[in-house]
C-alpha cells in the first residue's frame, strides 16, 4: 500500500565519507545487485517530497537522480553533512541517514517524523547509545552546529547536550519494526555478512519499494 508523502519533513542521504576501511567506494558496493546507496534512496524517495544528498563527489551519483549539495566545512565529519543539509532544505527539517545503512525502515522513519516538531533533535536510543544517523533534525540546530564546527568540534554527540534532544527509546521502537537489523551500517567489506541472507527480512515492510535493478 502506496504511503501518504512526508511533506513537512525533508530526506537526506549523506555519502561524504572517504570509505578507508572498506577499501573502495561502499556507497556503490553492490547488494542485492544495487549499489548500497540506491536502497535507502528508494526507501526514502516514496517517504519524502524533499530529497537531498549531500556529497563533495555527486558524479558518483547521477543514476539517483537527486538534488545535491557539498559539504560547506569540508573535511568534518557527518556533523558538517548535517549542517550543509539543513542549510540547503526548504523544509525546517530533515530526516537524515547514511548512504551506508541499507536497510532503513520505512515504519521507523514515518514514527520518528510523526514526534512533535517542538524538539530539535530527534533521535532513537538504544542501550548501546543514540543512532545519529538514523535523526531528525530542525533548522534550529543550525547555530549550535556551525560554532562546534568553527570551533573544530566535529562529533554529532557533541550537541546534544546543547540542544532539545528528544531521545527515542527502544521500548517506543521495537513496535515499528521486528529487530535491530535496520541500524546495520557498513563500514569494512566484512560488515556485509552482518546483513539478513533472505531478502524478505532484509526489507520487511517495503513492498516494491526496495531498488529492483
Same mark, same amino acid.
Given at each position: $500500500?502506496?504511503? $501518504?508523502?512526508?511533506?513537512?519533513?525533508?530526506?537526506?542521504?549523506?555519502?561524504?565519507?572517504?570509505?578507508? =576501511?572498506?577499501?573502495?567506494?561502499?556507497?556503490?558496493?553492490?547488494?542485492?545487485?544495487? +549499489?548500497?546507496?540506491?536502497?535507502?534512496?528508494?526507501l526514502l524517495n516514496d517517504l519524502f517530497t524533499e530529497r537531498l544528498l549531500v556529497t563533495n563527489t555527486p558524479?558518483?551519483?547521477?543514476? &539517483?537522480?537527486?538534488?545535491?549539495?557539498?559539504?560547506?566545512?569540508?573535511?568534518a565529519g557527518p556533523l558538517a553533512g548535517i549542517h550543509a543539509a539543513l542549510k540547503k532544505i526548504s523544509c @525546517?527539517?530533515?530526516?537524515?541517514?547514511?548512504? *551506508? $545503512?541499507? &536497510? /532503513? #525502515?520505512?515504519?521507523? /522513519? !514515518?514514527?520518528?517524523?510523526?514526534?512533535?516538531?517542538?524538539? *530539535?533533535? /530527534?533521535?532513537?536510543? &538504544? *542501550? =548501546?547509545? +543514540?543512532? +545519529?544517523?538514523?535523526?531528525?533534525? =530542525?533548522?534550529?540546530? %543550525?547555530?549550535?552546529?556551525?560554532?562546534?564546527?568553527?570551533?573544530?568540534r566535529r562529533k554529532i554527540r557533541l550537541i546534544f547536550d546543547q540542544l532539545k534532544i528528544r531521545k527515542v527509546?527502544?521500548?517506543?521502537?521495537?513496535?515499528?519494526?521486528? @529487530? &535491530?537489523?535496520?541500524?546495520?551500517?557498513?563500514? =569494512?567489506?566484512? *560488515? %556485509?555478512?552482518?546483513?539478513?541472507?533472505?531478502?524478505?527480512?532484509?526489507? +520487511?515492510?517495503? !513492498? #516494491?519499494?526496495?531498488?529492483?535493478?
Amino acid at each position: $500500500m502506496k504511503v $501518504m508523502p512526508i511533506t513537512d519533513t525533508a530526506g537526506v542521504i549523506l555519502a561524504g565519507g572517504k570509505s578507508r =576501511r572498506f577499501g573502495s567506494n561502499k556507497a556503490l558496493a553492490d547488494i542485492d545487485g544495487c +549499489p548500497m546507496i540506491e536502497h535507502g534512496a528508494a526507501l526514502l524517495n516514496d517517504l519524502f517530497t524533499e530529497r537531498l544528498l549531500v556529497t563533495n563527489t555527486p558524479d558518483y551519483y547521477h543514476f &539517483l537522480n537527486w538534488p545535491v549539495t557539498p559539504d560547506i566545512f569540508t573535511g568534518a565529519g557527518p556533523l558538517a553533512g548535517i549542517h550543509a543539509a539543513l542549510k540547503k532544505i526548504s523544509c @525546517d527539517r530533515a530526516f537524515i541517514t547514511a548512504c *551506508d $545503512m541499507p &536497510l /532503513i #525502515n520505512s515504519r521507523l /522513519i !514515518q514514527f520518528l517524523c510523526g514526534i512533535s516538531e517542538d524538539w *530539535d533533535i /530527534i533521535v532513537p536510543w &538504544l *542501550d =548501546r547509545g +543514540p543512532e +545519529p544517523l538514523y535523526g531528525v533534525y =530542525r533548522k534550529s540546530c %543550525l547555530e549550535v552546529i556551525e560554532n562546534n564546527l568553527v570551533n573544530g568540534r566535529r562529533k554529532i554527540r557533541l550537541i546534544f547536550d546543547q540542544l532539545k534532544i528528544r531521545k527515542v527509546s527502544l521500548d517506543e521502537i521495537t513496535p515499528h519494526i521486528s @529487530d &535491530l537489523t535496520t541500524f546495520i551500517n557498513i563500514n =569494512r567489506l566484512s *560488515d %556485509l555478512a552482518k546483513l539478513p541472507k533472505n531478502t524478505d527480512d532484509r526489507y +520487511p515492510n517495503r !513492498q #516494491n519499494e526496495h531498488p529492483s535493478c
